[in-house]
């Protein structure tokens, strides 16, 4: 175990990650704004933290789930595994014969987007912003599920070999659809829990699921078929933040409404 | 300071950061132990690395109220009060820019975009074709990044609704679709989603509500969001171009 070593190698590449962010800020602050920034001492002994928590978080993750997570992917995108024996007839594989895929697919999208710092630090914001209405489990779970159902969904394209802008374009319609009827305060934060899903924890559990599915599935590339995930993970998340805030109303309505005629 | 006023709140940080955790650990023990009918290796070192991403996210948490956060709201402040759009313009542009130009998951989805490229015959088969390549991808991508926290910032100044640009975002990827050679719409599409790093979406998200309330008239809510969303938008449009110009 040469983790003190491991830990040095992340907490290098985050620093040279973070630098480019630190330039531009410190560089627009005395050369624009030239205006001390309000606590800076404060402010930077929170950078630090920032760095040391990611990296800590990162060689974490690469120590205790990475490994584990990605072996799994792959163990169950086995043919072997799906089907019994290896020396079946593995061409006669069905799209149902990957269940067990989908629930991986869902159960790893859901779970990882809660831990999700980036998706952590938007709900703060928005529970902040809205004074409370928004909860910050509230949103995790809505973008979570979200996140889960776009993962299986993704797989499955990958299995059937679906043309993926189908997938994407049809979730477009939905989101237009959805955008007409939802509460104006929702659309903007909705819209941006998209982007936010996709981070550290998720992405290279993602990455690794679908190019083991897209390696394994007979007739399918895994330099072509084994994109795309991601940008499920982007889209669906959208619609179920909206659909959260669309029952949140809905439910307020009906309770006011039943309050009012018992006040009568 | 007494220790304990700190050590109290750190310790339900701790605890707070370990129920984030739980679900991951709950799904991988169930596929490992029922599904796969397999036992968990190396539980001691699993049980140190769960250690430092509880220790880690706790830590990150505190950083981001304390620095991201108020560095984020005070520079909008700042922006606000010069009243300079210029200067802000190019802060946001800078701000996209720099943040996804060395971002280590668009490297990694840049190699494999040219990969994908060389196998489908797009550019020669070479190491230094591959890696012109991978680094024109993420020059597009980091300028499509900037132009989009750009474009967001003009919107939340002038206070336009954001499903209208949104819509023209999403016709843009549709008729790009139609166009960019089939191979790399995979590589656009997930480019979006790659694009936004644990650092950067803090800071634009505080400097998206710090703007929208520094503002007269603007409401945080439905302004001060929607940053993000830009920035994962542009980089599929620009990438399917990328596709069309090299291909």
């Given at each position: 175990?040469?983790?003190?070593?491991?830990?040095?190698?992340?907490?290098?590449?985050?620093?040279?990650?973070?630098?480019?962010?630190?330039?531009?800020?410190?560089?627009?602050?005395?050369?624009?704004?030239?205006?001390?920034?309000?606590?800076?001492?404060?402010?930077?002994?929170?950078?630090?933290?920032?760095?040391?928590?990611?990296?800590?978080?990162?060689?974490?993750?690469?120590?205790?789930?990475?490994?584990?997570?990605?072996?799994?992917?792959?163990?169950?995108?086995?043919?072997?595994?799906?089907?019994?024996?290896?020396?079946?007839?593995?061409?006669?594989?069905?799209w149902?014969?990957y269940?067990?895929?989908y629930?991986?697919a869902a159960?790893?999208g859901?779970?990882?987007?809660?831990?999700?710092?980036?998706?952590?630090?938007?709900?703060?914001?928005?529970?902040?912003?809205?004074?409370?209405?928004?909860?910050?489990?509230?949103?995790?779970?809505a973008v979570?599920i979200g996140a889960g159902l776009g993962i299986a969904l993704g797989t499955f394209r990958i299995v059937t070999g679906a043309p993926l802008h189908y997938f994407i374009i049809t979730g477009y319609v939905i989101v237009i659809i959805q955008t007409a009827f939802a509460?104006?305060?929702?659309i903007?934060?909705a819209y941006?829990s998209g982007g936010?899903t996709t981070?550290?924890?998720?992405?290279?559990?993602v990455?690794?699921?679908g190019?083991?599915l897209?390696?394994?599935?007979?007739?399918r590339?895994?330099?072509l078929d084994?994109f795309g995930l991601i940008a499920f993970t982007c889209l669906f998340p959208i619609i179920t933040v909206m659909a959260y805030a669309q029952?949140?109303?809905?439910?307020?309505?009906?309770?006011?409404?039943?309050?009012?005629?018992?006040?009568? | 300071?007494?220790?304990?006023?700190?050590?109290?709140?750190?310790?339900?940080?701790?605890?707070?950061?370990?129920?984030?955790?739980?679900?991951?650990?709950?799904?991988?023990?169930?596929?490992?132990?029922?599904?796969?009918?397999?036992?968990?290796?190396?539980?001691?070192?699993?049980?140190?690395?769960?250690?430092?991403?509880?220790?880690?996210?706790?830590?990150?948490?505190?950083?981001?109220?304390?620095?991201?956060?108020?560095?984020?709201?005070?520079?909008?402040?700042?922006?606000?009060?010069?009243?300079?759009?210029?200067?802000?313009?190019?802060?946001?542009?800078?701000?996209?820019?720099?943040?996804?130009?060395?971002?280590?998951?668009?490297?990694?989805?840049?190699?494999?975009?040219?990969?994908?490229?060389?196998?489908?015959?797009?550019?020669?088969?070479?190491?230094?074709?591959?890696?012109?390549?991978?680094?024109?991808?993420?020059?597009?991508?980091?300028?499509?990044?900037?132009?989009?926290?750009?474009?967001?910032?003009?919107?939340?100044?002038?206070?336009?609704?954001?499903q209208y640009l949104i819509i023209v975002g999403y016709i843009g990827v549709v008729l790009m679709t139609m166009f960019a050679?089939p191979?790399i719409i995979g590589i656009a599409y997930d480019s979006g989603g790659?694009?936004?790093?644990?650092?950067?979406?803090?800071?634009?998200?505080?400097?998206?509500?710090?703007?929208?309330?520094?503002?007269?008239?603007?409401?945080?809510?439905?302004?001060?969001?929607?940053?993000?969303a830009?920035?994962s938008l542009?980089p599929m449009i620009?990438v399917m171009?990328?596709?069309?110009?090299?291909?």
């Open positions: 175990m040469n983790s003190p070593f491991n830990i040095l190698h992340t907490l290098a590449d985050t620093v040279f990650d973070v630098l480019p962010i630190l330039v531009i800020i410190f560089g627009f602050q005395l050369l624009v704004i030239r205006r001390p920034i309000p606590n800076l001492r404060k402010v930077l002994i929170g950078f630090v933290y920032v760095l040391l928590g990611l990296v800590f978080f990162l060689d974490g993750l690469e120590i205790a789930l990475f490994p584990i997570g990605k072996l799994m992917a792959q163990q169950l995108t086995d043919p072997a595994f799906l089907y019994g024996k290896v020396d079946d007839v593995v061409q006669a594989m069905q149902r014969d269940v067990y895929v629930l991986f159960a790893i859901f779970s990882t987007t809660i831990a999700e710092p980036a998706l952590l630090a938007v709900a703060i914001k928005a529970k902040e912003v809205s004074a409370g209405a928004i909860s910050i489990w509230g949103l995790r779970i979570a509460p104006k305060s929702i903007a934060l941006d936010v981070s550290t924890v998720t992405v290279p559990l990455a690794a699921l190019l083991g897209a390696s394994t599935v007979p007739g590339s895994a330099l084994g029952i949140s109303e809905w439910r307020q309505k009906v309770a006011g409404k039943r309050t009012h005629s018992t006040g009568e | 300071m007494p220790v304990k006023d700190f050590l109290l709140p750190f310790l339900r940080s701790l605890l707070d950061s370990l129920r984030n955790l739980l679900p991951i650990l709950l799904v991988i023990s169930f596929f490992q132990l029922v599904i796969l009918q397999q036992p968990i290796p190396n539980l001691g070192e699993m049980l140190y690395g769960i250690f430092l991403v509880v220790l880690g996210l706790t830590l990150f948490i505190q950083g981001l109220e304390m620095g991201l956060f108020p560095l984020g709201e005070a520079m909008a402040y700042a922006f606000a009060r010069k009243g300079s759009f210029l200067w802000l313009l190019a802060f946001a542009f800078a701000l996209g820019f720099g943040t996804t130009v060395a971002e280590p998951t668009l490297i990694a989805v840049a190699e494999e975009a040219a990969k994908v490229a060389a196998a489908g015959g797009a550019i020669e088969n070479t190491t230094e074709a591959m890696d012109a390549y991978a680094i024109g991808l993420r020059l597009t991508v980091a300028l499509s990044v900037g132009f989009a926290i750009m474009v967001g910032v003009v919107r939340i100044i002038y206070g336009w609704p954001i050679p191979e790659v694009t936004t790093s644990t650092i950067t979406v803090p800071l634009v998200t505080a400097l998206g509500v710090g703007l929208a309330s520094s503002i007269k008239g603007r409401n945080p809510m439905t302004d001060g969001f929607g940053l993000i830009f920035a542009t620009f171009g990328y596709g069309m110009v090299i291909g």
